[in-house]
């Protein structure tokens, strides 16, 4: 079936609007009618080249939500006119450690949703910028909150499960003081969660101007984190650093808040590596600095339920598909708070 999407032929050109090609639903298979798709700097990152091995034409979207419009014959969970997501995971292995366990987003055939390797045509997979998907009923998740609340949803198939993973693998609860660095479209999302879960929050921005932002979100406390003093009264006080800048720092400043086997996660992916760390604050208190990738589709559907539970949704902007070139530029500025999202109804017009 050919349909309308957004995205670009190279990676110095700007997205445009084009026809693409979705297969017909295979037994196992749902075809879902797109409404919103959330924009992701990883779009932005892998659509312009800056990281390696994109595919034209590229069209980028991992934040899908929308309704089912076909099943495939085999597929039982699943109806005509379900509310569903697809986050950034469309196919694997099905059958190594990883994907036994549910943690499909460690195989080592993970299949993105944009820029994967596939037999429909192009011979990668195209994305969420687009009317229509059709997608393997393993890796489709069920949503549960209104369908007033369903643009505000999209976001947390990536940004969401991005932050929820690690906050839940490192068991953050009620009594932990829980560090969340940067507020954008990951460190938002960060903060409600975490608060969610009971943490005692504290919200790190380089910004003075984002203070009452960050308590609006559910942070405890803000730190300006270019204030030497406000970083001294946090040494050795956090349990867990939930890191989302998406360009290269100092790590060092951050390793020193926390207690004696506290962990800093990185869940940002900058262009080029942090300055490496300093290895004796990592050392002198048994430290950890690890990463963590999305989740995966067992605990992105917990993720979408404890949101539904807690009434959590993403702060967004809701943008028309031919708005998607300036989206990104503003989103290089940090201009939006706190994630574009694509109306795909708009491409029809």
């Given at each position: 079936m050919s349909i309308h999407a957004y995205g670009a032929h190279a990676g110095d050109q700007p997205l445009e609007s084009m026809t693409i090609t979705r297969r017909a639903p295979g037994p196992h298979d749902i075809q879902i009618?797109?409404?919103?798709?959330?924009?992701?700097?990883?779009?932005?990152h892998q659509v312009r080249s800056e990281w390696a091995g994109t595919l034209y034409p590229c069209v980028p979207g991992h934040e899908i939500v929308g309704r089912v419009s076909a099943v495939g014959d085999?597929?039982?969970?699943?109806k005509s006119g379900d509310l569903v997501g697809v986050g950034c995971i469309v196919d694997s292995c099905q059958h190594c450690e990883e994907c036994d366990a549910g943690l499909e987003n460690y195989c080592d055939g993970m299949v993105g949703t944009y820029n994967g390797a596939t037999a429909d045509e192009p011979g990668h997979t195209l994305g969420g910028y687009s009317q229509q998907i059709v997608v393997h009923e393993r890796y489709v998740l069920r949503i549960r909150h209104p369908?007033?609340?369903?643009?505000?949803?999209?976001?947390?198939?990536?940004?969401?499960?991005?932050?929820?993973?690690?906050?839940?693998?490192?068991?953050?609860?009620?009594?932990?003081?829980?560090?969340?660095?940067?507020?954008?479209?990951?460190?938002?999302?960060?903060?409600?969660?975490?608060?969610?879960m009971g943490a005692h929050v504290v919200a790190f921005t380089t910004s003075e101007s984002k203070r009452d932002a960050a308590r609006a979100l559910g942070a405890h406390e803000v730190v300006v984190s270019r204030n030497e003093d406000e970083m001294a009264a946090h040494a050795k006080s956090?349990?867990?650093?939930?890191?989302?800048?998406a360009a290269p720092h100092d790590?060092?400043?951050f390793f020193a808040l926390l207690k004696r086997d506290g962990t800093m996660t990185l869940v940002g992916a900058p262009a080029t590596p942090?300055?490496?760390?300093?290895?004796?604050?990592?050392?002198?208190?048994?430290?950890?600095?690890?990463?963590?990738?999305?989740?995966?589709?067992?605990?992105?559907?917990?993720?979408?339920?404890?949101?539904?539970?807690?009434?959590?949704?993403?702060?967004?902007?809701?943008?028309?598909?031919?708005?998607?070139n300036d989206a990104y530029e503003r989103m290089l500025k940090g201009d939006v708070k706190y994630r574009f999202v694509m109306d795909i109804t708009s491409m029809a017009t």
């Open positions: 009618d797109i409404a919103y798709c959330g924009v992701c700097h990883s779009d932005l085999h597929v039982s969970g699943f369908e007033a609340q369903l643009a505000a949803v999209a976001p947390l198939l990536c940004a969401g499960i991005t932050t929820y993973s690690p906050l839940r693998h490192w068991g953050v609860s009620t009594g932990k003081k829980v560090g969340v660095v940067g507020i954008g479209g990951l460190g938002h999302m960060g903060i409600k969660l975490a608060a969610a956090l349990d867990f650093i939930l890191n989302t800048v790590l060092d400043p942090h300055p490496s760390p300093d290895v004796f604050n990592l050392i002198t208190k048994r430290r950890s600095l690890a990463g963590s990738m999305i989740g995966g589709i067992p605990e992105t559907q917990e993720m979408l339920d404890f949101c539904a539970d807690h009434d959590i949704v993403a702060d967004i902007e809701m943008i028309r598909a031919d708005q998607i």
